[in-house]
T-cell receptor
Framework: GDSVTQMEGPVTLSEEAFLTINCTYT??????LFWYVQYPGEGLQLLLK?????DKGSNKGFEATYRKETTSFHLEKGSVQVSDSAVYFC???????????FGAGTRLAVHP | GAGVSQSPRYKVAKRGQDVALRCDPI?????LFWYQQALGQGPEFLTY????????KSGLPSDRFFAERPEGSVSTLKIQRTQQEDSAVYLC??????????FGPGTRLTVL
């Protein structure tokens, strides 16, 4: 079945460091790809998405590019802030009604 | 505007009790999803409704789990004879057809 493999956390970085969180997936068909974020004490929020090959999703300084040939959707940010500390989930959708298949999540801790 | 709401936010049940978890989706959202998130894991799909029709219940872990959405709006997830392994956060999400899923804050169920 469809599945997602995410980089294991926790990832600990200093403020202004470069961030990469790797994500690869297996899926039938041609999924859309999503990154969701869960800040401490809050619900899941959509961070960015890409719907077709070579699309780049971006939001709040984060970017991810849909790489069909490598089935990857790595999340990057050039300069992280303390406020980016959260758990990040990669998720392709599946099926005709777009149920999401989540990875295990990667916890990011950014310290000043 | 109002987002997805869930109640109760926290529920403690003794093993063997029945519980009912409620989800109020965003008004006008025909698609409704339930997910289960175990501690330290990503959410896992349980079931999907389009209006009042339950189109996919393939993720329900056992016949003790039952979901309904009788009028195509509010949904209830019921768990009969709860077990310790049912302890998790139960997330509800709603969307327009094929659109972004908006998540509620979740109900944290603890089974003693």
């Amino acid at each position: 079945g469809d599945s997602v493999t995410q980089m294991e956390g926790p990832v600990t970085l200093s403020e202004e460091a470069f961030l990469t969180i790797n994500c690869t997936y297996t899926a039938t068909g041609y999924p859309s790809l999503f990154w969701y974020v869960q800040y401490p004490g809050e619900g899941l929020q959509l961070l960015l998405k890409a719907t077709k090959a070579d699309d780049k999703g971006s939001n709040k300084g984060f970017e991810a590019t849909y790489r069909k040939e490598t089935t990857s959707f790595h999340l990057e940010k050039g300069s992280v802030q303390v406020s980016d500390s959260a758990v990040y989930f990669c998720a392709p959708n599946s099926g005709g009604y777009n149920k999401l298949i989540f990875g295990a999540g990667t916890r990011l801790a950014v310290h000043p | 505007g109002a987002g997805v709401s869930q109640s109760p936010r926290y529920k403690v049940a003794k093993r063997g009790q029945d519980v009912a978890l409620r989800c109020d989706p965003i008004s006008g959202h025909v698609s409704l999803f339930w997910y289960q998130q175990a501690l330290g894991q990503g959410p896992e799909f349980l079931t999907y409704f389009q209006n009042e029709a339950q189109l996919d219940k393939s993720g329900l872990p056992s016949d003790r789990f039952f979901a309904e959405r009788p009028e195509g709006s509010v949904s209830t997830l019921k768990i009969q004879r709860t077990q310790q392994e049912d302890s998790a956060v139960y997330l509800c999400a709603s969307s327009l057809p094929g659109g972004e899923q908006f998540f509620g804050p979740g109900t944290r169920l603890t089974v003693l």
